[in-house]
């Protein structure tokens, strides 16, 4: 299985800004599709977004359009979720998960999680 590290969590202020790191170890992401899911406390995972291995990106949670996004590089074997306008709904473990199509596919990798916290 794809070995994922996330990473770059911690404490955004309300309309603050947080970009979180999913890094490959072992295998090359060029080939995936990487998506990143949030569980709040107390509530289900939940898919966020997700990118295609051609680039293209799918929203799974329309509260975060236009304040998230998420881009590749390949070289580095990285995926970033970079999240702006943050909102305190917003506090959740993040995991990033490896699949073959951002739709109709199993996440079979994820990561260990980073939290994020969004407080005053």
């Known amino acids: 299985q794809l070995q994922l590290v996330d990473s770059g969590g911690g404490l955004a202020q309300p309309g603050g800004s947080l970009r979180l790191s999913c890094a490959a170890s072992?295998?090359?992401?060029?080939?995936?599709?990487i998506g990143w899911f949030r569980e709040a406390p107390g509530k289900e995972r939940e898919g966020v977004l997700c990118?295609?291995?051609?680039?293209?990106?799918?929203y799974y949670l329309d509260s975060v359009k236009g304040r998230f996004t998420i881009s590749r590089d390949n070289a580095k074997n990285t995926v970033y979720l970079q999240m702006n306008s943050l909102k305190p709904e917003d506090t959740a473990d993040y995991y990033c998960?490896?699949?073959?199509?951002?739709?109709?596919?199993?996440?079979?990798?994820w990561g260990q999680g980073t939290q994020v916290t969004v407080s005053s």
């Open positions: 998960a490896a699949a073959q199509f951002c739709e109709g596919s199993w996440f079979d990798s």
């Open positions: 990118i295609s291995d051609s680039e293209g990106i799918t």
């Open positions: 072992g295998f090359t992401l060029d080939y995936y599709a």
